[in-house]
């Protein structure tokens, strides 16, 4: 695949890499996964969030999008919302996933951005 020219997009990239809490919840559940904590954070999800100029902007980046990040991390392990944490805690949000933000995201791709409905 050939790159075309650079270009920036008006968004900031989040991740959110799993710690020990969720492995631990994940063992709890009705059909318990045999899964290592590596293996879930070997492919994490890329979330855009809003792009921001000031380090002092992070804080409530990850706060206003943990409650979204943290019900569709759960969701892709398991979708009985009735076996999931309190997913408005914000600490709980942060006791169960490290969090990077970074400020710059670069598109590589040819071409429009299309978007799929969830």
Known sequence: MA??????INRSVLIAR???PLLTWL??????TDTSLEEINRE??????PEYD???D?????RDASQTVFEMELESWWRDQEDWPDTTDHALFLAWF???VH?????LVPGPILFNDL
């Open 58 to 62: 992070v804080p409530d980046i990850i």
């Open 103 to 107: 400020s710059v995201v670069h598109d």
């Open 18 to 20: 799993a710690k020990r």
């Open 54 to 56: 000031y380090e002092t």
């Open 44 to 49: 994490c999800t890329a979330y855009l969030v």
């Open 27 to 32: 063992q709890t559940l009705p059909e318990p």
């Open 3 to 8: 790159f075309g020219a650079v270009q920036d």
């Open 98 to 100: 490290d969090v990077e």
